[in-house]
């Protein structure tokens, strides 16, 4: 029943900026930890930020770290990925994910709910 349906995304220069956006349905918004993730062909789903049931508190990747920024509108059950000075190393799908969990974790297999995903691609 709970569903993630993400929006944003797309094609961007380097040192461009996009923003993601993923709305939860089908369950109370801030019951859940939300998270970023991202995905390039061959590689393992890596981590890219999370942030917690309240929003009080957020983890980034050293990788995004001072680029990217997460955060949460639990008035309108969504979750943002705001992504600055972008490089083509961050071509990728993204995905968000959630997890009801009374745990805090990087680790993908921990989420229980994924969106869909959604491409960014950055050109030199």
């Known amino acids: 029943q709970v569903q993630l349906v993400q929006s944003g995304g797309g094609w961007v220069q380097t040192r461009g900026s996009l923003r993601l956006s993923c709305v939860l349905s089908?369950?109370?918004?801030?019951?859940?930890?939300m998270a970023w993730f991202r995905q390039t062909p061959g590689k393992d789903r890596e981590f890219v930020a999370y942030?917690?049931?309240?929003?009080?508190?957020?983890n980034l990747a050293d990788t995004v770290k001072g680029r990217f920024t997460i955060s949460r509108d639990n008035g309108k059950n969504t979750v943002y990925l705001q992504m600055n000075s972008l490089f083509p190393e961050d071509t990728a799908v993204y995905y968000c994910?959630?997890?009801?969990?009374?745990?805090?974790?990087?680790?993908?297999?921990?989420?229980?709910?994924w969106g869909q995903g959604t491409q960014v691609t950055v050109s030199p």
């Open positions: 089908g369950g109370n918004f801030g019951d859940f930890h």
């Open positions: 994910a959630a997890h009801q969990r009374s745990i805090l974790t990087t680790y993908y297999s921990t989420y229980d709910y």
């Open positions: 942030v917690t049931k309240s929003g009080s508190s957020s």
